[in-house]
């Protein structure tokens, strides 16, 4: 025996071994998601529960600060706790070998207790976590004998000789089940992704609505550089929702149930919901997220079956005054049910820009009510609609705290010239864009300094439920100035020109930029 082997492996290897075991234990479990369903992923399960745990507050903060990457930054803020978590119980086995597989046991009763828990999920999903746990404590052992810790699974009877750290060896295992982790992850990854419904979105034939949208005015869209175009490309669309792991489901096997305060339930299936007549309309839709000024906002052509009809044949009970509608991971929305029933052009969405919905935005079947906030409204991956009342059920935000009926606020905002910007003197094109859905934009203003407001020159409307573009042509001084804007809707409502933020019922205020004029 050298003295390199014989002297007591240090708290660095024990790190290590916690965190290779770790490592492997999800990586390990993440294969076995590839084969059961990606949502019973543990790190999945854990971090959606995690959502529904977490306090508005913070939900709200980690919109602000991190946006649509809100998401990953959780899944990241997860990896980071559980590897310091790791490190800590490898470094406490150099002294209680037991304490390392105790943890991996405690880190797969939380994967399993999240996964069975989740609305979508079953028994089966607890079999990824426990894949992964069986896949750790083996590492674990077979690591720490290399690292010189007793076997952890020996009774007090057997007294063998007590193992030595062998760094060679050790550094050798690590370097092994590493590579055995991060394969296993690539691959499980694969395969969750390869059982998506992507290859059902591109079989789909769309019908040829029989109310098909005109195309926008010519004059929607003012090609101004620094405002995004009148219509929103499919890839920029904004995406707020709770689904850490974006729902898989196939044409072939979706299916609807109306039920509830109706006279005759209806179930459609996909292939009876394209063979109705479908409508096609340019309908903007906005997160109740969003600050003044944000960007949680898009405009797209939307195809689909007009609700109201839908409800019609069902036949709405009188006193039904909310719709409730899930999703496929068993998430909800409370949808007043005037809002489907009075005319405007709510709709069960196929298609989203002349395509299949993208699987982000809820392919196949989706519900679009204009006007209302996404989060009353907007039901992705849609499987389920109840008629019911606004007293007998909350939906999903509605518990926590937000307004059960939330019309979208007029608001605008400016997108050039970017707050800080520096200009030279002469004229600039203020612009940006206005919106209050199922209310439409009649006018807005722009304020420099303490000037008086001035108005702006508007684009052609589409319709009332699509957002507007704006441009004021400003002969700008030299100095620095303050830059405001404010709309007027249809109904001659002006904006609310009090500070709000989004929580409860939509945020409020005047966006205002600052510029330098050289």
């Not at 508005?56 to 930054?73: H, M, Q, V, Y």
């Not at 405007?344 to 209302?372: C, K, S, T």
């Not at 926590?400 to 997108?415: F, N, Y």
């Not at 304020?447 to 507007?468: F, G, K, N, Y």
Request: proline share 7%; hydrophobic share 45%; aromatic share 8%.
């Amino acid at each position: 025996m050298t003295a390199e082997t014989a002297r007591p492996p240090t708290r660095l290897a024990g790190g290590v071994l916690g965190l290779v075991s770790a490592g492997v234990a999800l990586g390990a479990a993440q294969l076995a998601a590839g084969v059961v369903g990606g949502a019973s992923s543990p790190m999945i399960a854990v971090g959606s529960a995690a959502i529904d745990a977490t306090p508005e507050w913070l939900k709200s903060f980690a919109i602000r600060t991190f946006g649509t990457n809100d998401k990953l930054a959780l899944l990241v803020g997860i990896a980071v706790v559980m590897a310091i978590a790791a490190v800590a119980l490898g470094v406490a086995s150099l002294r209680r070998s037991r304490a390392g597989v105790i943890g991996i046991g405690v880190f797969a009763a939380i994967g399993v207790a999240a996964s069975v828990s989740r609305p979508a999920n079953g028994l089966g999903d607890a079999i990824p976590s426990l894949v992964g746990a069986a896949a750790g404590a083996y590492a674990f052992r077979l690591l720490g004998r290399r690292a010189g810790i007793r076997d952890p699974f020996e009774t007090q009877e057997a007294t063998p000789p007590a193992p030595v750290y062998d760094r060679r060896r050790f550094l050798k295992a690590g370097f092994l089940m590493t590579a055995f982790a991060g394969v296993s992850g690539v691959v499980g990854q694969y395969l969750v992704r390869r059982a998506d419904a992507s290859a059902s979105r591109a079989a789909v034939h769309l019908p040829i609505p029989v109310d098909a949208a005109p195309p926008p005015p010519p004059g929607a869209d003012l090609g101004i550089p620094g405002v995004g175009p009148f219509i929103t490309p499919n890839a920029d669309f904004y995406r707020i929702d709770t689904a850490l792991f974006v729902p898989s489901v196939s044409a072939e096997s979706w299916e609807l149930t109306i039920h509830g305060m109706v006279d005759r339930p209806v179930t459609l299936d996909y292939r009876r919901l394209l063979e109705r007549p479908m409508i096609e309309r340019d309908v903007t839709l906005t997160c109740v997220s969003n600050q003044v000024g944000g960007r949680y906002i898009g405009n797209a052509r939307w195809m689909g079956a007009p609700l109201k009809a839908l409800l019609e044949e069902a036949g709405v009970k009188p006193g039904a005054t909310q719709i409730v509608t899930r999703s496929v991971d068993g998430f909800t929305i409370g949808t007043p049910t005037a809002a489907a029933m009075d005319g405007r052009d709510a709709m069960l969405a196929v298609a989203m820009n002349g395509e299949a919905l993208p699987l982000e935005h809820g392919f196949p079947v989706r519900m679009i009510v204009p006007g209302l906030y996404g989060y009353v409204s907007a039901m992705k991956w849609l499987v389920d609609m109840e008629l019911t009342t606004f007293e007998a059920y909350d939906a999903y935000w509605i518990q926590r705290g937000w307004a059960q009926r939330a019309p979208v606020k007029t608001e605008s905002r400016i997108d050039t010239p970017r707050s800080g910007a520096k200009l030279r003197t002469g004229q600039v094109a203020v612009a940006g864009v206005a919106w209050a859905q199922h209310r439409g934009i009649e006018k807005v203003e722009v304020q420099i300094d303490d000037d008086p407001w001035q108005e702006a020159d508007l684009a052609e409307e589409d319709t009332i439920d699509t957002w507007r573009q704006w441009v004021y042509r400003w002969d700008a001084p030299r100095g620095d100035h303050l830059v405001r804007v404010r709309a007027t809707d249809g109904t001659d409502t002006l904006q609310v020109e009090q500070p709000a933020p989004p929580f409860p019922s939509g945020a409020t205020g005047d966006h205002a930029i600052d510029v330098h004029i050289a």
